[in-house]
């Protein structure tokens, strides 16, 4: 639970500033109807919510901010609170939110025959909308074709000491892709993984920052979520780090969602649910489009930036990913005890 109380803490600390980001519907101007909408997610939410509006009429507002402070500012208004939906990256997330009773629990058939049972709460609480897939970064000049690592545990190997770059333990990316080795692994195989990681590693503050070393020749390797690369890549097409799909041979690689669900308290839940079951079909082309994260619903292929760059050919971790958030507290205190900061 070390991640979570510290979460709690932060987001505590933080509160009385996210005050200040009222919501235009706390000043009573907009329409009683209107469905509110809390986002930890920043990319294209809004421009989907403007595309839903067109298509159904229903107005909707949006907080924006930090996941974890957003989350505690749903429990902290409890039955006032004003969110009817909460959206937020990382399964992790997600599952926090629920285990904190941000989310109810909602029946929508047609959110369980577009959304894949691996990318959704099997208790109906909470639905990946998108999905991201963290995995193998390098810098092709530095690192010669045989010599590549192609598997997560592969980056243990004493060969990457000083030459790769990861986030840090606190980074929820890092803590639900360490839950997927526990997951696969079991802890003491799962530890011994990451104890060679934190020998290796140079701790790097974000992806983009991991993906700026490796181009920069700081390391030669990494890891990171695909549509970050996707965006450098869109803004300057020589970029020189390319990416691989981590265990292709075996598990597949790892993959996680961005979603949400409708909130215990909401006043309009059946727009809520709606609204999520439009990101989930209609809304998810607008939805990836900024992000360039892959849809949830298989049937919607993927944006052309990433098709073209990456490819759609990826074997994907079948885990589910509640798991991930199940995990979480002991992927925390495993890589505390591998010695990873
Ligand atoms: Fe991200």
């Known amino acids: 639970m070390g991640l979570r109380r510290t979460a709690g803490r932060r987001a505590g600390l933080l509160l009385a500033g996210l005050g200040l980001l009222a919501l235009p519907a706390c000043s009573g101007g907009s329409a ?71 989310f109810r629990a909602i029946e929508s058939p047609q959110l369980d025959s577009v959304i894949p049972e691996a990318l959704r709460d099997p208790d109906g609480r909470w639905f990946g909308l998108a999905v991201r897939v963290r995995t193998i970064v390098y810098n092709p000049a530095r690192v010669a074709a045989e010599e590549l690592p192609r598997t997560y545990e592969a980056l243990a190997d004493p060969k990457w000491a000083g030459r790769l770059c990861l986030r840090s333990s606190t980074n929820v990316y890092q803590q639900s892709l360490v839950a997927s080795l526990i997951a696969i692994h079991g802890e003491t195989t799962a530890l011994e993984i990451v104890r060679g990681w934190a020998a290796n590693a140079e701790i790097v503050n974000n992806d983009v920052l991991v993906l700026e070393s490796i181009a920069d020749g700081v390391c030669d390797v990494g890891l990171a979520n695909h549509y970050y690369l996707g965006r450098l890549l869109e803004e300057r097409p020589d970029f020189p780090v390319k990416l691989l799909w981590a265990n292709q041979e075996d598990r597949g690689v790892h993959v996680n969602v961005s979603g949400g669900g409708v909130t215990t308290h909401s006043k309009h839940p059946q727009q809520a649910q709606r609204f999520l079951e439009w990101l989930a079909t209609d809304g998810q082309d607008v939805l990836v489009a900024a992000n360039h994260e892959f849809p949830a619903n298989p049937a919607v292929p993927a944006e052309p930036l990433i098709a073209a760059q990456f490819g759609t050919e990826l074997v994907r971790d079948p885990l589910n990913a509640a798991t991930l958030g199940d995990l979480n507290a002991d992927a925390v205190r495993l890589m505390d005890e591998a010695g990873y900061r």
Do not use: C, M
């Open 32 to 102: 009683p109807d209107t469905l509110k909408v809390y986002s930890g997610r920043h990319y294209g939410i809004e421009q989907a919510s403007e595309a839903f509006t067109a298509q159904t009429g229903v107005e909707v507002e949006f907080l924006t901010g930090d996941d974890a402070e957003l989350r505690e500012r749903i429990v902290a208004e409890g039955p006032d609170t004003e969110a009817d939906a909460y959206i937020t990256v990382d399964a992790g997330n997600l599952a926090a939110a629920a285990d904190q009773g941000v």
